[in-house]
């Protein structure tokens, strides 16, 4: 399985477009080569180099997204509750909401990580997932997994 986006190339820079430095928007995610057997796919979006890269304590999770149904290939850039794939569930970030937080970090070059899961199976409806209960409740249905890796360092004022 491969994912990829059209805003930004694997350890490139993501723009500001989807940052909190501009609208905030997600980016247009698109994957191919998916197994046989994919009944759903999961996104995570996190930052392993919070809160400074030069000394990361803790992972900040940017977007939570389940049951993304199987005939999906693709998100839309500013995907929303409204926008997504019919049957998408969104869980919960660690900004406390459900919907796409961009890259917002004050120090340093981060790396945010986008990683989709293809899945042998559909979660239902667990309400707001974390990142955490999310990857415990697929933690035995991954067929395939691919990653994107961005980065994103906020100009100087």
Known sequence: MHLSSSAFQNMGSIPALYTCDDADLSPPLAWDDVPNGTESFALIVDDPDAPDPAAPKMVYVHWVLYD????????????????????????KNDFGKSDYGGPCRPIGRHRYFHKLYALDTSLGDR??????????????HVLAESQLVGTYERKRK
């Open 68 to 91: 993304i149904p199987a005939s999906a290939r693709s998100l839309p850039e500013g995907a929303t509750a409204t926008t997504l794939p019919p049957g998408t569930r969104q869980g």
């Open 127 to 140: 309400g707001q997932l974390s990142k955490n209960e999310l990857l415990a409740a697929i933690k035995d």
